[in-house]
């Protein structure tokens, strides 16, 4: 198994910026591709980016331009930089691995999951 421990999330004025972390521990070595994805309040959880160890990424159409993700493969940490937040980005942000080589963004593709850090951002 893969713990994942989300950090960063909080509350930001539209036009602002945050930056997520993610750290995981225990067996890593499957879990090649890390993302993030992103659940608001009465809405279906969503792929927002995905990065191969190797650097490809994938992003979604909602965030491209805005967000960045990145890791740090010796500190097993990815990371997502968040900015011009827009309202509609609010919403609980989930860290997920998944062994493999292509950055999907299909929640069902990924079987090890963090706990969620929220983002709020108030126009």
């Known amino acids: 198994q893969v713990q994942l421990v989300e950090s960063g999330g909080g509350s930001v004025q539209a036009g602002g910026s945050l930056r997520l972390s993610c750290a995981a521990s225990g067996y890593t070595s499957d879990a090649r591709v890390m993302a993030w994805f992103r659940q608001g309040p009465g809405k279906e959880r969503e792929g927002v980016a995905a990065i191969s160890t190797t650097g490809s990424s994938a992003y979604s159409d909602s965030v491209k331009g805005r967000f960045t993700i990145s890791r740090d493969n010796a500190k097993s940490t990815v990371y997502l930089q968040m900015n011009n937040l827009k309202p509609e980005d609010t919403a609980m942000y989930y860290c997920?691995?998944?062994?493999?080589?292509?950055?999907?963004?299909?929640?069902?593709?990924?079987?090890?999951w963090g706990q969620g850090t929220q983002v709020t951002v108030s126009s």
């Open positions: 997920a691995a998944r062994r493999g080589l292509n950055p999907f963004l299909t929640t069902s593709q990924y079987n090890n």
